[in-house]
């Protein structure tokens, strides 16, 4: 996500569109709005001190969405604004999604980061969302095939948003 390419690809749809001068591609990236599809660290009972039970993700609870991501607090992350998060949440609840609200693991203990940060280095509004994995990275992750469907009608729904 780092590389050229993603850049490279906004700008050549732009001049295909008769746009595309740099003001313009950067214009695009920051008027564009964008759901960072990863996982989120599902509670784990083995585990419990890792996490925070009314901050975390549990399984059969919706899609999951992580309004800032990171490790010692917000370091190396993003944070998506209150009024995106509004947005999200209002999308969500029209299309009657369900939906979690949750944080990595506990500050200074575990965490995680994605690529949103480098989505809302151009500007862009930028949330990260996904299902809850429990042993995350390990050689059988577990799902919930509830929040799995639920993830997908999330997405949809934001695709058909304006």
Known sequence: MQ?????DTVAELSHMTGAGSNVEVRRALR???ALSSDVSAAF????ASAFEKKNAAYFGRGLVINKYTGARGKSGSNDASAEFMASIRRIFDDAKVCFQTAELGKVDQGGGGTIAYILGNYGMNVIDSGVAVLSMHAPW????KVD???AYLG?????KED
């Open 141 to 144: 992750e577990i799902i919930s």
């Open 148 to 150: 799995l469907y639920e």
């Open 31 to 33: 008027n564009s709005k």
């Open 44 to 47: 784990d009972p083995n585990y």
């Open 155 to 159: 997405y949809a729904a934001f695709l």
């Open 3 to 7: 590389s050229a390419f993603f850049e």
